[in-house]
């Protein structure tokens, strides 16, 4: 990871005294230890009218293993493919929380703005130019555009290709990135501490709850103000809703403060929390999950698969209906699979509740002949993790082999992705989504699929209906009307009618993502995988 921080000077203000701002003289080479690696500061020109200091971070990509074993991150009982991640990724060549902290260390003191032999440069703006080659940023350019331009720097952000020798691949997720502007040194280095993270929207340590801290000291003065303040608060709190809030909480008190000339203690018991009745908004897989439960319960199902079941969710809130006799999570993801068993806390589980529940690896493109003969089956969401050409694979496999008397299918309506304020136009909801459908779209799958196997359709809506895009998720209930002899017993040919908004290739585990775009607390309740916290006009 390499990163450069260029003033410009006169010889009344040379800009050497970039030098003494950073606290690091230019005539010297200096190492530093980091929890990951090691930092190296330089400083490839240092003249008068200009001044480049260098960070060059060496990330030890064995040692970024060995420190997450134990902690969730890579180690025993890991998958192969993920085992190999492990070493093969792009942790020692893109900017991410792993230069943000190299930062921290090497420049801390010239991150609170401290300077004894300049104190007044330290206080006023520099003409200052960063350049970091290589950014991990989800979201694209138009995203460090919006992070960085309300900070008053000229934002130059390039989209980094796959490979030039072949531009029908696209770009990739990194961005080259260079900024320029007046700017105070020290808000500067805080403004990368805080956004570099949040770009990447992954961390290379554990978040906790003096995080919360950390934010808001590098982001006072500017972060309380800032247009993409749910966006940086989520991501660089690493979707802990909790943490989020509190610091939500916070930056709104320390603006009220700011506006009334007063400090935010003076306004911390403003209000009485024990007459606060404003009515918090239901998350969106909570309301997706409850209207699965009551189209199961609807259509009188008593065992039901649960056919990408992801971490679980939906089977533990189907288990305390005692009307769902007996409940399937059907999974291709041994990992997430374990990750079920431990929600569900199956070997706590009682004698009668284990009866009631089983846990399957399967996968979703394949007939398994013990899929045959449930009530009902639900795909939540998991759908657009199929690649085109093998939907046919999926709908032969649920509804011409597996044939329950009903199919409960929800799916992201792309109609509803330009309420998503931090979503950039064209972009899908979640990384692994092959597709996105309008309602339209969904209906032109729908359709034909009953009717090739001998079922009706119904469709529904599940959060608040908006009138012109329709509600964020769409959901059908399929209902079969006709025996097996009917149907069609072939899987029909590879064809969909499915309209890929996303070019990848991988093969889909068809693994359901409940959270992937869901609101602050849905996140919490489900996975912590969710792409973006931000609710609609607000957050996902």
Known sequence: MFLTITATGT???????LGFLLHKHPDKAQEFATSRGTAHVFYPEATAARCTAALLLEVDPVGLVRAARGKGKGGKGKSPDTALAQYVNDRPYAASSL????????????????SRTHPERAARPL????????????????LVRSLFAPMGWQVTADAVPLDPAFPEWGDSRYVSLALDGEVRLADALRHLYVLLPVLDDSKHYGVAPDEVDKLLRAGEGWLENHPEQRLITGRYLSRRWSLA????ERLELARLAESDDAEPEELDNAVDESTDTEEKPVPLAVQRRAAVAEALRAAGAARVLDL?????????????DPRFTEVVGVDVSVRALAAAG????????????????????????????????YDAAVLSEVVEHVDPPRLPALEYAVFGSARPATVVVTTPNSEYNVRWESLPAGHVRHADHRFEWTRAEFRAWAGPVAARYGYAVAYEGVGQDDPEVGPPTQLAVFTRTGTAAEARTEPPAATSTATSTDTSTATSTATSTDTSTDTPTDASAD????TRPETPKEAS
């Open 127 to 142: 003409p200052l130019r960063i350049e970091v080659p290589a950014v991990a940023a989800r979201g694209g350019p138009d």
């Open 308 to 320: 990408g079941c992801g971490q679980g969710q939906l089977v533990k809130e189907l288990l305390n």
């Open 11 to 17: 010889d009344a203000a040379p800009a050497t005294d």
């Open 99 to 114: 230069l943000a902290g190299a930062l921290g260390r090497v420049f801390r003191t010239a991150m609170t703005g401290a």
């Open 527 to 530: 996975t912590p995988t969710d």
């Open 342 to 373: 431990r929600r569900l806390r199956l070997e706590r589980m009682g004698e009668r509740q284990a009866a009631r529940v089983s846990l399957l690896q399967s996968a979703l493109t394949y007939t398994d002949r013990r899929l045959a003969g």
């Open 245 to 248: 809030r509190e610091a939500l």
